[in-house]
């Protein structure tokens, strides 16, 4: 009798963790690592598409700003975690391409992620506070040249979208400034509303809500057609920057060897999320353009991030730009 039931237990605590195995994933809460400060875009973009995620696989979505050296760190983590499906991380043009051209990474952008979802990209804005005198970009470039030595911009680190894109607006203008690095646009843009920093090369979906509430003055958007949500701000083509072109796409990684399965139910999300009517107005008042649905996939954003990388880094390591 007493051999019955420990068998019969023994049967019965199989049965439980057969049963447990056999529960679909995800099972517990998922945390996102954003690799920037939180309140700056990389961190608006994930909260947005998160949320609606979450929506979708039944379980909450847990944001974690690990930021730092462009992002770099944010990125490590991720790499670093278990590849179970419960850590995800969203990046973009330059964590994933721009940082394995300047930085000592100690792991493979391509080799050491999977990719899950090529999200939204958006356009950078030229910026300033609302105290700069110029009524356009070239009074705005003629200002600055007068005032080389008094001026200062922002950026997210070494590397980051903002330094490259300030790196690009020197090198077209022939201006000179001294760069303020943070750890995400989020506090560069606070300081650039609040005077203590003169311009940024940032964001369309970080600057354009302080630009629209007359916090801060657009230049140019950095782009061949200009943001339908914001259709008065010239592109650089019409306000005298011929062909300064950044787009700052983004993706959501799981380090390798992440389940296929949980990997499909996270992208299934994610297009779930871009397909959302309420979700697509959000992020086209940011500026932010859905890619099609069929790039939406981890095929869509490995071929992706590939051409990027082959066409940014030639440029990047001619540029000369190095990690401090
Ligand atoms: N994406 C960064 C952030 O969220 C900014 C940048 O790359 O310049 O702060």
């Not at 770099?72 to 994933?96: E, F, K, L, Q």
Request: hydrophobic share 40%; net charge neutral; glycine share 10%.
């Amino acid at each position: 009798m007493r051999k019955l039931s420990l068998a019969l237990a023994a049967a019965f605590a199989l049965g439980l963790a057969g049963a447990a195995q056999a529960q679909p994933y995800p099972t517990r809460p998922i945390t996102l690592v954003v690799p920037f400060a939180a309140g700056g875009p990389t961190d608006t973009l994930a909260r947005i598409i998160g949320e609606r995620m979450r929506q979708s696989l039944g379980q909450t979505i847990v944001i974690e700003n690990t930021t730092g050296a462009a992002g770099s760190i944010g990125v490590g983590r991720v790499v670093r975690a278990p590849a179970d499906g419960y850590t995800v991380g969203i990046g973009h043009w330059s964590t994933h391409v721009v940082n394995g051209a300047i930085y000592p990474l100690t792991y493979d952008l391509l080799k050491d992620l999977d990719p899950v979802a090529l999200l939204p990209a958006n356009p950078q804005l030229i910026v300033t506070g609302p105290k700069v005198p110029a009524k356009d970009l070239k009074e705005l470039i003629a200002w600055m040249k007068e005032n080389q030595d008094k001026i200062s911009g922002g950026t997210a680190g070494v590397g980051s979208a903002s330094h490259i894109g300030g790196i690009y607006f020197q090198q077209k203008t022939g201006t000179k400034y001294p760069f303020v690095p943070y750890r995400g646009t989020g506090p560069a843009i606070q300081d650039l509303v609040a005077g203590q920093i003169d311009i940024m090369v940032d964001q369309s979906s970080n600057s354009l809500p302080h630009v629209q509430n007359g916090k801060l003055k657009a230049f140019a958007v950095t782009a061949a057609k200009r943001i339908p949500s914001a259709p008065e701000i010239p592109t650089v083509d019409e306000a005298g920057l011929p062909g300064f072109y950044i787009s700052v796409w983004h993706g959501l990684w799981v380090p390798h060897g992440t389940p296929p399965d949980a990997i499909a139910r996270l992208t299934g999300a994610a297009q779930e999320a871009m397909a959302d009517p309420a979700v697509q107005k959000r992020l086209a008042d940011l500026g932010q353009e859905i890619p099609p649905r069929e790039a939406q996939t981890p095929e869509g954003l490995h071929k992706h991030h590939v051409a990027e990388i082959e066409k940014w880094w030639p440029i990047i390591k001619a540029a000369g730009i190095k990690a401090e």
